[in-house]
């Protein structure tokens, strides 16, 4: 005689409501794996962004004395200033004049220790102990500069942009001695740009104070 079937031949046991499925498994732990990634940039970005941040508000500085027309200076100041920004944003000495910033133009020349310098291109940090003269320390009193005298006899400039680099660049060339010249006037001027055209008269004017000079 054959046995009947037991109800659990014929209806095999069904799985627990709670026990998870293989799918399930895998999902959930991918969903969880990537919260926690999620979270791990999101705490490494806002860590970033803090230090980014702090270094933002404290750059590295340093203190500099220097001299800048006869007077004597000590600052401190973010180790990437540039002498330029140096004379026009400490000293208020914004007669040198910032032009294309790259060295390019010569509006912003001014005399280093006697020497003829861009000043968007040099580190003020670098200037430790350094003389430095700007357009502003040219005149005695109200007794101008034989080359600004000059500029003004001879009409050498008409926006007046240029002027103060022109006029530095101008000392220079008349203190290294090389006016002996109009071709060597304009080599050793050549640096410095007049967008307004007025180089015939600006070599005119260093002329004169190379005369003047002697």
């Known amino acids: 005689m054959t046995a009947e079937p037991s109800a659990s031949d014929v209806f095999p046991p069904t799985q627990s409501p709670s026990a998870p499925t293989r799918r399930t498994f895998i999902a959930t732990t991918s969903t969880a794996g990537g919260v926690l990634a999620a979270g791990g940039l999101a705490a490494g970005t806002s860590l ?34 540039s002498l330029l920004d140096l004379l026009r944003e400490h000293l208020d000495l914004t007669g040198s004049k910032k032009g294309c910033n790259a060295g390019a133009c010569g509006a912003c020349t001014v005399l280093v220790d006697g020497r003829r310098v861009n000043s968007c ?16 320390g040219l005149a005695d009193g109200d007794e101008l500069h034989p080359l600004q005298q000059a500029f003004i006899e001879q009409d050498a ?15 220079g060339c008349v203190q290294e001695g090389h006016t002996g010249s109009e071709d060597e006037i304009r080599e050793w001027m050549s ?17 004169q104070a190379a005369a003047d000079g002697k």
């Open 48 to 81: 970033l962004g803090a230090e980014e941040a702090a270094a933002a508000e404290a750059p590295p500085g340093s203190r500099v004395t220097l001299t800048v027309n006869g007077r004597r200076h000590t600052v401190t100041v973010d180790n990437r200033t």
């Open 121 to 136: 291109l040099t580190l003020a940090v670098r200037l430790h102990g350094a003389e430095v003269t700007t357009i502003e």
């Open 157 to 171: 400039f008409q926006c007046g942009y240029c002027t103060p680099g022109q006029i530095m660049s101008g000392v």
């Open 191 to 207: 640096g410095n740009i007049c967008r307004c055209g007025c180089y015939v008269k600006i070599v005119r004017a260093v002329e």
